[in-house]
Nanobody
Framework: QVQLQESGPGLVKPSQTLSLTCTVS??????????WSWIRQPPGKGLEWMGA???????YYSPSLKSHTSISRDTSKNQFSLQLTSVTPEDTAMYYC???????????????WGQGTQVTVSS
């Protein structure tokens, strides 16, 4: 059974770059035809799909976040990563990584999810 684990700093200062990594076990990130996504949930708000990297390395982003979001992968470590540039306090959220056959996921009912990691943007 695939397992996902998010990691990264819990506190980031405004205007800095947020970097998170999702480590995958029990399955390869190159296995057809899965999408590996980043999703976040700000306090008191719903889940927001941010973007994904596909099994073949193709990347997809939410239009509202595309300008300052980047997703990459390291197949040798079976990891994929999120970079969010120029963060503001509005980027404070619980960040999740997930695997699914669907490109856009915004519910833990679908696919496999990590437990999430809290990120706070504050000076």
């Amino acid at each position: 059974q695939v397992q996902l684990q998010e990691s990264g700093p819990g506190l980031v200062k405004p205007s800095q770059t947020l970097s998170l990594t999702c480590t995958v076990s029990g399955g390869s990130i190159t296995t057809s035809y899965y999408y590996w996504s980043w999703i976040r949930q700000p306090p008191g708000k719903g889940l927001e799909w941010m973007g994904a990297i596909a099994y073949d390395g193709s990347t997809y982003y939410s239009p509202s976040l595309k300008s300052h979001t980047s997703i990459s992968r390291d197949t040798s470590k079976n990891q994929f990563s999120l970079q969010l540039t120029s963060v503001t306090p509005e980027d404070t959220a619980m960040y999740y990584c997930s695997r699914d056959l669907r490109l856009v996921v915004a519910s833990p009912r679908f696919g496999s999810w990590g437990q999430g990691t809290q990120v706070t943007v504050s000076s």
